[in-house]
T-cell receptor
Framework: DQQVKQNSPSLSVQEGRISILNCDYT??????FLWYKKYPAEGPTFLIS?????DKNEDGRFTVFLNKSAKHLSLHIVPSQPGDSAVYFCAASLSNFGNEKLTFGTGTRLTIIP | DSGVTQTPKHLITATGQRVTLRCSPR?????VYWYQQSLDQGLQFLIQYYNGEERAKGNILERFSAQQFPDLHSELNLSSLELGDSALYFC?????????????????FGSGTRLTVV
């Protein structure tokens, strides 16, 4: 049962334009959401997160939007740069101290075209 | 360097064999998590240890086991290996400070062990 879904395996965007990556979840108990970025031959690295009490969180070129009623979140990257080419994983978690298990989506490979 | 060390980086072994993957968490982190990433799959949670004790279990097969030692390093043991066990195995660590937001954002991954079963 895939509780976190990223339905687009890949996305290509022109450099300088906006990249929008989408993620859907099924478990309404999830209360914290994160995006991780992964380059080849490296482990995922934390990018940005959002608590379920918010609907938007911004950090530089990266903004995450959360729509709880639709159980949907998205990551916006503006402007997109060649170094943003990577696989992006959406992850979700429950409030449970001592068990910060993250449930990951299958990832979206983003390619920025120069 | 993320601070989480995984060895070996690559492992090729035959079906039916047993292997051990090792993880040293980032200094100060008490929790270790193991994830499996198969081809075109997301990261599947296997198991979590916190300060030497098993804390949470995910989709871990009975042929797989793990432990966390007093020095906080962890080992994932995979036995009776099958072709389908070929995957990237990631270890991650977090501090478990009691601040959930900090802990979850502070998840640090190693670069993984690529296991190929032939």
């Amino acid at each position: 049962d895939q509780q976190v879904k990223q339905n687009s395996p890949s996305l290509s965007v022109q450099e300088g334009r906006i990249s929008i990556l989408n993620c859907d979840y099924t478990n309404s108990m999830f209360d914290y959401f994160l995006w991780y970025k992964k380059y080849p031959a490296e482990g995922p690295t934390f990018l940005i997160s959002i608590s379920s009490i918010k609907d938007k969180n911004e950090d530089g070129r990266f903004t995450v939007f959360l729509n709880k009623s639709a159980k949907h979140l998205s990551l916006h990257i503006v402007p997109s740069q060649p170094g943003d080419s990577a696989v992006y994983f959406c992850a979700a978690s429950l409030s449970n101290f001592g068990n910060e298990k993250l449930t990951f989506g299958t990832g979206t490979r983003l390619t920025i075209i120069p | 360097d993320s601070g989480v060390t995984q060895t070996p980086k690559h492992l090729i072994t035959a079906t039916g064999q047993r292997v051990t993957l090792r993880c040293s968490p980032r200094s100060g982190d008490l929790s270790v998590y193991w994830y499996q990433q198969s081809l075109d799959q997301g990261l599947q949670f296997l198991i979590q240890y916190y300060n030497g004790e098993e804390r949470a279990k995910g989709n871990i097969l009975e042929r797989f086991s793990a432990q966390q030692f007093p020095d906080l390093h962890s080992e994932l043991n995979l036995s009776s290996l099958e072709l389908g066990d070929s995957a990237l195995y990631f270890c991650a660590s977090s501090v478990n400070s009691g601040d959930l937001n900090r802990d979850r954002s502070g998840y640090t991954f190693g670069s993984g062990t690529r296991l190929t079963v032939v």
